[in-house]
C-alpha cells in the first residue's frame, strides 16, 4: 500500500513538473515547437514535453518513437553528458530513437534543423514500412 502512494505522489509530481516544463519553455523549444505543433512537420503528430518512463523528452512523434531533444550549454558538462547516455541507453530499450540538436543551431540553422528532423522521421517511417511488407504468396 506505502509503495502505490509513493508510486502515486512521484507520478503527481512529474505531471506538475511536465506542466511547467510546457509553460515555461526555452526559446530554442518555442521556436522548434512553432513548427512542430499543429503536424506543421510534413504532416506528423508530435507533442511536447512527454513523460516516458522517469524521464520527460521535448518532442515525440509517437507514431515512429521519435524524439527530438534540443541540447543546451549543459549538456556539455561531464555529469550531464554521464546523465544523457544512462537517460537514452534507457529510452533505446524501450524502442526510442533520439535525435540530439544543440540549441545554438536552432539558432543559426533552423532550415537545416528542419530538414534534419525530416530525414530523421522518413528514415524510421521508411523502416516501420519495410517491416509491415506483406508475405509473399509463393
Known amino acids: ?18 506542466k511547467r516544463l510546457r509553460k515555461f519553455m526555452t526559446t530554442e523549444e518555442k521556436i522548434l515547437w512553432q513548427s512542430l505543433k499543429d503536424r506543421r512537420c510534413a504532416g506528423w503528430k508530435f507533442r511536447r514535453q512527454v513523460n516516458i518512463g522517469p524521464y520527460i523528452v521535448d518532442f515525440l512523434c ?20 554521464e ?3 544512462v537517460r537514452d541507453q534507457y529510452l533505446r530499450e524501450h524502442g526510442f530513437h533520439i535525435l540530439r540538436i544543440k540549441n545554438d543551431d536552432v539558432h543559426f540553422c533552423f532550415p537545416a534543423v528542419l530538414a534534419l528532423i525530416r530525414n530523421f522521421i522518413e528514415s524510421l ?3 516501420k514500412h519495410k517491416h509491415k511488407k506483406l508475405p509473399s504468396l509463393a
Request: no cysteine.
Open 83 to 85: 546523465h544523457d547516455i
Open 1 to 18: 500500500m506505502r509503495e502505490e502512494v509513493t508510486e502515486a505522489l512521484y507520478r503527481k509530481r512529474k505531471m506538475f513538473y511536465t
Open 125 to 127: 517511417e521508411k523502416k
Open 62 to 81: 509517437k507514431e515512429f518513437k521519435a524524439i527530438v531533444e534540443i541540447d543546451g550549454l549543459i549538456h556539455l558538462q561531464k555529469k550531464q553528458k
